[in-house]
């Protein structure tokens, strides 16, 4: 909040070159009111963790970002640029048509006010190398108000070149459609024939809008291409993606806990610690270092362990030296996307009972 709020109040400052108008807004009113807002926040905090959490959040999870890309999210400037087309859509394809009005219109208050919201932020999480896709998502209603603006007064660019932009509206729901069941075929080989029908759908409703932008203009151009994304997400989002089971290997150790048919499982996993595994098996999920694993393979209760393959030969090692016996179960293949690399899990439980 802090961040976009001063950006913009100091971006103004700058370029009008004057207090007066902040000093309207009350702005020591409004910081006290922000203080009161989050002072339970932080007694509640600080109570149970110190200053640990501030120091980690603040030291090592944020600033850490700025210096370097962290957890593979690291990507160069223009990143956020490209991903707009795709996070914005439909409407991303008349953000190119709205910005010679806006540059035209850029003393204008309301004007200065939406691009003084845009380009300083959306300038530094560009530069900074960790890149999250929900980072610019605060800045998208300005967008949205300026091509609003431009699409009631009827002002979009007639520049043929940025014009040809539109056809976004036909490919991008035909080619995601078509990488998106590609993919599932080539991971599992099923056809995903439930998905076919609303992708070529939603194909031709993005080529209606195109092709018919010209002659009935943005606001009809704009529901066909919303219908567009509509079907396409039932495509994509409702049959493709999740027919891609190796994408989700969470929800695939979650089936192995619930196959092991014992009540009350103790779940634990050593080299994946993604928090989807704990929201799909609870917070009871124990997340340890190979070093305690030994501990846990205990005999006695359900236990399931889930063990990066990577590592297994060193456990069968330190076990073996340890006098340790256990049940190696399956191997769960699948793909870590938010990481961005494959991962093989085994599943391992404590010895049968005599």
Known sequence: IL??????????????????????????????WLVLLLLPWVAAIVGRTGFAF????????MLGKVAEGQETHGAPPGYFLVLFIATFFPGSMLAALVAPRAYAL?????????????VPAWIIFEAVPTKLPHYVLPLYPAIAILIAEAVTAGKLSRNRWLVLGTIGWFLIPLLLSAVTIAGA????????????????????????????????GAEAALLRASAAVILMGIAVFGVALPAMTPLFPSLLMARAVAEAGCPDPVVASIGYDEPSLVFLLGTKTELIDPFHLADFLKPGGCR????????EPFIAKQARK???????????????FSKGHRISMVVLRPPASP
């Not at 209606?208 to 009935?216: F, K, N």
Request: glycine share 12%; charged share 15%; net charge positive.
């Open 185 to 216: 075929i080539y991971l599992t080989g099923d056809a995903v024939l439930l998905a076919w029908p609303f992708a070529l759908a939603a194909a031709a409703l993005g080529f209606l809008a195109w092709r018919r932008y010209g002659v009935e």
């Open 106 to 118: 850029r003393r204008e208050g309301w004007v200065r006010f939406l691009l003084a919201w845009i």
């Open 322 to 336: 340890l006098g340790i016996s256990y049940q190696r179960g399956p191997v769960i293949e699948g793909i870590n």
């Open 54 to 61: 501030f120091a980690g959040s603040i030291g090592h999870d």
């Open 304 to 311: 399931i362990a889930f063990l990066d393959a990577a590592i």
């Open 3 to 32: 961040l976009f709020m001063g950006l913009v109040a100091g971006t103004l400052v700058l370029a009008d070159r004057s207090l007066r108008w902040l000093w309207g807004l009350r702005p020591f009113l409004g910081f006290l």
